[in-house]
Nanobody, 127 residues
């Protein structure tokens, strides 16, 4: 099992960018798919993006398509979420989740099924 630690959150202005990192421990990280989710105050958890173990065909939530990208560097055991053209509505706590099955971290996943979760990192976007 891997353990996940998110970083890279912060306070930015609308239109700025942030790059979040999801760093994993464990030798088998390359066999895991990783998803990013977010939760804003008073709202339900929302799917943001996911990447398979192979790195092909990433998925994105409708609200972030065209603005966010996801990538992975297995040599560094890290998955990145590049967030561009940020909006105030992107303000949330961002979490990464990992599982060997892509469907458990992808767009229509039940997040409770994912094998492991990080503790989250907060992103605040001021308009």
């Amino acid at each position: 099992q891997v353990q996940l630690v998110e970083s890279g959150g912060g306070l930015v202005q609308a239109g700025d960018s942030l790059r979040l990192s999801c760093a994993a421990s464990g030798r088998t990280f390359s066999s895991y798919a990783v998803g990013w989710f977010r939760q804003a105050p008073g709202k339900e958890r929302e799917f943001v993006a996911a990447i398979s173990s192979s790195g092909r065909t990433p998925e994105f939530g409708d609200s972030v398509k065209g603005r966010f990208t996801i990538s992975r560097d297995d040599a560094k055991n890290t998955v990145y979420l590049q967030m561009n053209s940020l909006k105030a509505e992107d303000t949330a706590d961002y979490f990464c989740a990992a599982d060997k099955l892509f469907r458990r971290v992808a767009r229509y996943a039940d997040p409770t099924e994912a094998e492991c979760w990080g503790q989250g990192t907060q992103g605040i976007v001021r308009s």
